[in-house]
């Protein structure tokens, strides 16, 4: 016994600490983790981000550098505080709140004490820099626009949001990433790959050399330059003419689907979200709850198109062979359909066929067709999803499946829909209780590119592109398969013949007359949509939508657009003039019908009072009597 | 004296000794290693240069030692003994003063603790006082004398302040026992432990339950086997107060810094920045070290200096980070090994001088083996004694070499008796 004890001891303790260790070592791999937290720095080496290009290889966005004052509380000698917050415009209290802050959050790392300084802070600074000691300057880079216009095309690179961070271990807390616009889309070229380089720390947090000699250490790879499809000149001329007006325009070139112009308004400078007044004006623009600047209109905004969904049906009616082109239709202000229900329409001559049911917009007409196609099939559920296809054939109703970083689906309704609408089967509905179909009101919702790609479909007589926005990666001109696949709709190309001629007649002798550009001929049509708000859980109608498409020229389209103008009155007002003066600036490259751009520049047509008036608490007038029909 | 037989010398426990030695080098060179290196393993500058050289005089050390007739250790024990006791008096007056602990004679820049060396002188009276023929270890009045012995050198060393070094002087109750003296010793100061740690845990009222609970279940045992009442009433009495005067002494006679060292082992505390860093840092260390380790001299926390002490007591922290699982559970084998060897060989001398020394020898190492590693490893308190042929320290390496080659020598000459 007196021997044993002491084996005994001996063994148990070698057997606990072997099992101890084995516990440490083996089974809790936290403290691997933990031992890297605590030894291992990893220092990020970012690189140059990729420079944006417009379509001319015009430079839209570069980087410049910018200059953080740092500190490390503990490297802190005394200084003259007064010059110091001269220099950098700051109150002393405020710099004495941060260097507090600073110190508390560690006084051996350095933190931010002045971001971002201006170009003339730093010129002066780095000349006294000596007489701070603790203080260093740490240069960033930041996006540089050499525009002021397209910022919703662009998007902005703002820090990286927490939940990103998870998800994508590319990315620690503080990065840079993009956001919204080519800057989101194209995150992984623009970017490039940030290098890396691990530090092995003591325990004061002092770097004492690269971490196994720095065999895990990668360089940065620069990002990539990107070609956009827009054209600078004509986006720059877009967001001018819808100054005061809110709504959007899309500007597709109809043979490659290339975005040439995408405009919302209001919109914004891009210059805005950089630098110390960042986070000053995007939450101002961001509280900015009616107006929305960061909204982008052209291609989030589902509207009734109105008229120049005519088209549409038109297209469907020959295809479908309900009526010929030379079919007439009667138009008496408008066409009452059973039990005292009436479609009004403006005053022209009557009757109608096709060519002049399109150039003079009736309603009417329209509304017999669209009647035709549904009537055509033994019930309404399988009429109506034959029309369904049809327009779907064209992208409308769903997302378009493009490289922009947001979008709608717009809505086409189905049978099932109005089924739904009208607790089929225990009550029936007809043709007619889905006729504002035919004059793209009613059910029919589309966004401003939706619109804009019917038209360049309609410009290619029967196809389209996928509408995008990139061109090239680093001088390479793009092969993605989503762009370079032909969509065909299932209309014939012969029956686009007359509508296009239709639309040509608009523009000769129709709704869009008084906008002629000399040596361009376009195909356009025009859209006054009625609309409705909810302010305050109360209904109500607001001034019509001006609403306008065109492709020019007619014979071999280089340009289809669509544009909204919110509350414009009717599509001639707004819409048509600033489709017509897009066009010729981007044929021609210059103006000729200054009269239209000065009409819609002029301060008096501004629509800001219009935009005011749901919110202003007072009943108000809408088309302030000026409502000309459906035009 | 030519013919006398020689049994040799252990060549088992003196290869353990040199890989221990040589391991504890590799680990003292990555743990003090700068950020840049002066190349040679030998500058006298560097830590690991110097221990080098304590190495080096090691060898020269044993040579001695085991050149030295035996019967010099057991005659001269006591003179032996009181030289020890004289050198640590004398600290009182001309020692000198290193992180608090004034344990040092330093000349020029060499500098001694004599109470790496007073274990063995110590060893040597106690052997020598138990071995003697009129000492008969289960009388009262004689294991006094022999408690008298250990005490004086540990009295001394308490106050420099050395509690660590003093407390390793329990290990000499293992040769007691194995002599004769009563377990009840050792029953005695588990059941102190246990109520200590009890107290500590759960409270003084709990543990009085637990007590009492107790000695009302042995009424359970036969009337025969149980105490008598009187003594059974004693022993609760006596826990019970055992245990308020430790509630009382903790909260009222420790300092802070002792709460905390057992609150933090204890796991009443966790606290990362303050008293548990080293600890926390240790365990890091280890833990990191997987199964095979980071490898030799790229250990992340050993570079980064992260836990304190590093290359002296927390030199295991070093061997779990770079050597894993595999390389610190060599080192606890090599230890365990060495341990039971040595039981082996104190069993089998004919003097008992020898095996009172031999079982001396395994509770000095085991018990630095054993409050070491288990405070490294976070089972322990933080007491700061060295891990033996391991730490850093020309006294430590010397005092430990010449405990263990000294019973070397003897176990070489068993057979002469």
């Known amino acids: ?631 | 004296m030519m013919a006398r037989k020689t049994a040799g010398y252990d060549w088992l426990t003196i290869l353990i000794y040199f890989l221990l030695v040589c391991f504890g080098w590799a680990n003292i060179y990555s743990a003090s290693l700068g950020s840049d290196p002066s190349g040679s393993y030998f500058d006298l500058n560097e830590v690991y240069g110097k221990q080098a050289l304590w190495i080096g005089l090691s060898i020269f050390l044993i040579v001695v030692i085991l050149a030295i007739e035996v019967k010099f250790y057991q005659r001269f024990s006591s003179v032996i003994y009181l030289t020890a006791l004289f050198l640590l008096a004398g600290l009182f007056v001309f020692g000198k003063t290193i992180s608090g602990a004034t344990s040092w004679y330093a000349i020029g820049s060499f500098r001694l603790q004599p109470s790496e060396f007073a274990k063995i002188a110590t060893a040597l009276a106690l052997a020598k006082y138990v071995s003697d023929i009129q000492t008969n270890i289960k009388l009262i009045s004689h294991q006094f004398k022999a408690f008298i012995i250990i005490a004086l050198p540990a009295l001394l060393i308490v106050p420099q302040p050395d509690p660590g070094s003093a407390m390793v002087y329990a290990a000499f109750f293992f040769p007691l026992y194995r002599e004769g003296i009563s377990a009840l010793y050792l029953v005695l100061a588990l059941t102190g432990v246990l109520i200590f740690v009890g107290t500590l845990l759960i409270g003084p009222a709990w543990v009085s339950i637990a007590v009492v609970t107790l000695a009302a279940l042995s009424f359970l045992i036969k009337k025969k086997k149980r105490p008598g009442i009187p003594l059974l009433l004693f022993i609760v009495v006596a826990c019970i107060g055992l245990s308020f005067s430790v509630n009382y002494i903790f909260n009222n006679v420790f300092e802070q810094r002792h709460r905390d060292r057992f609150n933090i082992v204890l796991g009443k505390e966790v606290d990362s920045r303050g008293i548990g860093y080293n600890t926390n840092q240790s365990e890091i260390a280890i833990g990191s070290g997987g199964w095979t380790g980071k490898g030799w001299t790229e250990g992340t926390q050993t570079k980064g200096h992260f836990v304190p002490e590093q290359h002296t007591d927390y030199i295991f922290s070093t061997v779990g980070e770079e050597w894993g699982f595999v390389g610190s559970g060599l080192v606890v084998f090599l230890f365990v090994c060495l341990l039971l060897r040595l039981i082996f060989l104190a069993e089998r001398q004919k003097s008992q001088f020898n095996r009172i020394y031999g079982y001396s020898v395994v509770g000095i190492i085991f018990l630095h083996f054993m409050v070491n590693i288990g405070m490294v490893i976070g089972i322990f308190p933080t007491v700061g004694i060295p891990l033996p042929f391991f730490s850093y320290g020309g006294s430590g390496l010397w005092g430990f070499t010449i405990l263990l080659f000294i019973f070397i020598r003897l176990d070489s000459d068993r057979l002469s008796f």
């Open chain 1, 1 to 631: 016994m007196r021997r044993i004890l002491l084996y005994v001891i001996i063994l148990t303790t070698g057997f606990v600490f072997l099992g101890r260790l084995f516990y440490l070592q083996v089974v809790d791999d936290s403290f691997a983790v933990r031992s890297n937290d605590n030894a291992v720095k990893v220092i990020y080496d970012y690189p140059q981000r990729g420079y944006i290009y417009d379509r001319d290889g015009e430079l839209m966005v570069s980087n410049q550098p910018s200059y953080d004052v740092m500190v490390i509380p503990r490297n802190l000698k005394p200084f003259d505080t007064t010059e110091l917050c001269e220099i950098v415009s700051l109150e002393r209290k405020e710099l004495e709140r941060r260097l507090d802050k600073a110190k508390i959050y560690s006084p051996f790392l350095p933190s931010v004490i002045v971001p971002q300084l201006t170009k003339s802070e730093y010129a002066f600074l780095q000349e006294k820099m000596r007489n701070y000691e603790g203080f260093y300057i740490q240069k960033r880079s930041l996006r540089d626009y050499h525009v002021d216009h397209s910022a919703n095309v662009l998007g902005f690179i703002a820090e990286v949001a927490p939940a990103t961070v998870k998800k994508n271990p590319y990315y620690n807390s503080g990065d840079l990433i993009g956001r919204k616009g080519v800057e989101s889309v194209y995150e992984d070229t623009l970017r490039g790959v940030k290098g890396v380089k691990y530090i092995q720390k003591d325990k004061l947090n002092r770097d004492i050399g690269p971490y196994k000699d720095g065999i895990y250490d990668t360089l940065p790879e620069r990002g990539k330059d990107v070609t956009i499809s827009v054209d600078s000149d004509l986006q720059a001329y877009g967001e001018y003419l819808m100054t005061n007006k809110r709504g959007g325009i899309i500007a597709i070139e109809p043979s490659s689907g290339e975005i040439l112009s995408m405009v919302t308004a209001p919109t914004y400078d891009p210059a805005d979200l950089v630098g110390r007044k960042r986070s000053s004006n995007f939450s101002k623009m961001w509280l900015d709850s009616t107006a929305r600047p960061l909204y982008d209109r052209s291609i989030l905004a589902q509207y009734p198109p109105g008229s120049p969904f005519k088209t549409m049906n038109a297209l469907i009616a020959l295809q479908e062979g309900v009526v010929d082109t030379d079919d007439t239709f009667s138009c008496h202000h408008g066409y009452s359909y059973g039990r005292g229900r009436k479609m009004g329409c403006h005053a022209h001559s009557s009757p109608v066929n096709m060519n002049q049911g399109i150039a003079q917009s009736c309603n009417s007409y329209f509304a017999q067709v669209y009647r035709k196609i549904i009537e055509k099939y033994p019930t309404p559920q399988e009429g109506m999803d034959a029309w369904n296809k049809h327009v779907r054939s064209f992208g409308l109703g769903d997302y378009l499946g493009n490289d922009l970083s947001t979008g709608r689906p717009g809505k086409i309704p189905t049978s099932e829909y109005y089924n739904q609408i009208y607790d089929y089967p225990t009550y029936r509905w007809y043709a007619t209780a889905t006729l504002s179909n035919a004059i793209g009101q009613g059910e029919v919702l589309l966004t401003p590119i939706q619109l804009a790609n019917m038209t360049a479909t309609i410009a290619n007589k029967g196809w389209y592109y996928t509408p995008h926005m990139i061109k090239e990666i680093d001088g390479k001109p793009i092969k993605d398969e989503r762009f370079t696949k032909k969509h065909h709709t299932t209309i014939d190309t012969k029956n686009f013949e007359p509508v296009i001629e239709g639309m040509h007649q608009v523009y000769k002798n129709g709704t869009a007359s008084s906008m002629q550009v000399e040596g361009i001929e376009i195909a356009g049509k025009t859209g006054t949509a009625e609309n409705f708000v909810k302010v305050d859980g109360r209904r109500m109608q607001l001034t019509d939508h001006s609403i306008f498409v065109a492709f020019a020229p007619v014979d071999d389209p280089k340009i289809a657009i669509a544009v909204f103008v919110e509350n414009g009155y009717w599509g001639g007002r707004y819409g048509g003039k600033i489709a017509t003066l897009m066009i010729e600036k981007y044929l021609k490259g210059k103006i000729t019908r200054k009269d239209l751009e000065d009409f819609v520049m002029d301060p008096k047509n501004s629509l800001e009072d219009e935009y005011e008036k749901p919110y202003s608490g007072e009943p108000f007038l809408i088309n302030d009597g000026k409502k000309n029909g459906w035009l």
